[in-house]
């Protein structure tokens, strides 16, 4: 078994069993638990990753007790606190019509920047579809995990979780985009 030890670099498979180790955790000792849930508001998915709805992005003790210094605001919402934070900010509907593959390099290049800074969030509004859509392309391309271990790993962390089955195609698609590079 991986060192899941406070601060260590945990990627690719590794992150997939660091993410069931957390789920077990958690389901045995509630208060104890590694991996936090705030009220349904946000989640930790990895180490310094959450997930989270518009709630969450507009808390600012929480944002500063977990230690969030970049957003990744999904949809377009309010950006809450533009001095505190790095924000990116794709206004884009929770929509079948919509292709999201053309802003998934951006957002990974964003994640990928500020996780080496700090803690980073990513949001919409209910945290359940897009937010989790572009976490898992992240997961993909910065993580080197499979769409499959992708989604496996936030629906852990986050059981609400639910890209629709467009992004899910469109996931498909950037993972294949990801291995032919």
Not at 77 to 84: A, D, L, N, T, V
Request: aromatic residues 10%; glycine residues 8%; proline residues 4%.
């Amino acid at each position: 078994m991986a060192n899941f030890a406070e601060g260590n670099d945990i990627t690719g498979t590794d992150l997939l069993e660091w993410s069931r180790h957390q789920s077990s955790a958690t389901s045995c000792i509630k208060k104890k638990g590694k991996r936090s849930t705030y009220s349904g508001m946000i989640s930790l998915i990895t180490p310094g990753i959450y997930l989270g709805n518009k709630a969450a992005s507009s808390d600012l003790d929480l944002l500063k007790r977990l230690s969030i210094v970049a957003i990744i605001n999904i949809g377009g919402g309010k950006c809450y606190f533009p001095i505190e934070f790095e924000y990116f900010r794709i206004a884009i509907k929770d929509s079948d019509e919509v292709p999201y593959l053309p802003y998934f390099e951006e957002a990974c290049n964003f994640a990928q920047f500020w996780k080496k800074r700090g803690s980073i969030l990513f949001h919409c509004r209910g945290g359940m579809h897009r937010s989790p859509c572009f976490l898992a392309a992240h997961l993909i391309r910065n993580e080197s995990l499979s769409m499959t271990q992708a989604l496996t790993v936030i629906s852990l962390g986050r059981p609400i979780a639910n890209p629709t089955p467009h992004m899910v195609s469109e996931l498909k698609e950037f993972e294949k985009l990801i291995n032919k590079s």
